[in-house]
């Protein structure tokens, strides 16, 4: 069944450009809210790039897209203010402990005053970052740098996610925790699109849009992906489309994990 309710990204036809190079090709996509939606495909598919238009860090060539009800080209600073992002290598100051980390971007996202400090110290003890606080972000294994990262995306309470890769580089454990800290922020209304090569967590996503050269080839749930395609598993799914882009372009793409 398709997803309903009340839409948070909106895109129509959207294109970008660079040079001769096209990394989006009309792309046409709707996520909606309190949805974990899934970005897959191999690298150089359009990715990052259909995220940093969203995130309105880049303008479209054309076509448009709307953001929690607002257009990433003509609003993108209101957009920024509204969405949070973490990538995989976490954006953290490592000379800078938690605690200073989380300071510095809720000052960047706005917060202030007693509402930061409520929000800040919320959030802490929700992460399990407490105990922590005092500790240089650089010295933290990668599962708390994870769990640090998605404090600093969030300490504004975001209306949707952005997480490229966001699990790279952590173990079982901590992809299992940091699974169970998304699931909570959906069930309270924010709208999550995540990129992964981990196909396991790709089955994890309520829709998934699988991108190949900047076009969109198959969207819908993940029973629906592998109903339409014959296959047992999303990661059949993923090598099968591997197979017809390499067929076509001649060049390989990378295999999921």
Same mark, same amino acid.
């Given at each position: ?17 660079? @040079? =001769? ?6 792309? +046409?996509?709707? /996520?909606?809210? @309190? *949805?974990?939606?899934? #970005? ?7 990715? &990052?790039?259909? /995220? ?6 880049? =303008? ?5 897209a709307?953001?929690v009800?607002? +257009? ?5 600073? %209101? ?15 490592? +000379? #800078? ?5 989380? %300071? ?8 202030? @005053?007693? !509402? %930061? ?12 970052? +407490? ?5 240089? =972000?650089? $010295? ?8 640090? !990262?998605?404090?600093? !995306? $969030?300490a504004?309470e975001p209306?949707?996610?952005? #997480?490229?890769e ?7 454990? =901590?992809?299992?925790?940091f699974?169970?800290?998304i699931? !909570? ?10 990129? &992964?090569?981990?196909?396991d967590?790709? *089955? ?14 198959? #969207?819908? $749930?993940?029973r629906? /992906? ?7 598993? /999303? ?15 001649g060049v390989?793409?990378e %295999?999921?994990?």
């Amino acid at each position: 069944m398709s997803a309903v309710g009340t839409p948070t990204v909106v895109t129509r036809a959207l294109r970008k450009e660079f @040079g =001769a190079r096209v990394a989006v090709d009309s792309l +046409d996509l709707t /996520i909606y809210r @309190g *949805e974990v939606f899934g #970005l897959l495909g191999p690298n150089g598919s359009g990715k &990052t790039t259909t /995220i940093r238009l969203l995130c309105a860090l880049m =303008a479209p060539t054309s076509g448009s897209a709307e953001v929690v009800g607002l +257009d990433v080209e003509t609003q993108g600073e %209101r957009v920024r203010a509204r969405i949070g992002y973490m990538s995989q290598r976490y954006g953290l100051y490592d +000379d #800078l402990t938690v605690a200073e980390n989380l %300071r510095f971007y809720s000052t960047v996202y706005g917060l202030h @005053g007693e !509402a %930061r400090t409520r929000r800040l110290a919320e959030h802490s003890c929700a992460l399990g970052l +407490d105990e922590r606080r005092n500790q240089l =972000a650089g $010295t933290l294994s990668g599962g708390w740098k994870q769990r640090l !990262a998605l404090a600093c !995306a $969030t300490a504004h309470e975001p209306e949707m996610l952005f #997480l490229d890769e966001p699990t790279a580089g952590v173990d079982p454990a =901590a992809r299992r925790d940091f699974w169970t800290s998304i699931y !909570a922020l959906a069930s309270r209304g924010t709208t999550i699109l995540v990129t &992964t090569h981990y196909m396991d967590e790709a *089955e994890r996503c309520q829709r998934l849009a699988f991108l190949s050269r900047g076009h969109l080839i198959a #969207l819908g $749930t993940p029973r629906e /992906i592998t109903a339409h395609f014959g296959q047992a598993s /999303i990661e059949d799914v993923f090598i099968e489309l591997q197979r017809q882009d390499e067929a076509q372009y001649g060049v390989a793409a990378e %295999r999921p994990r």
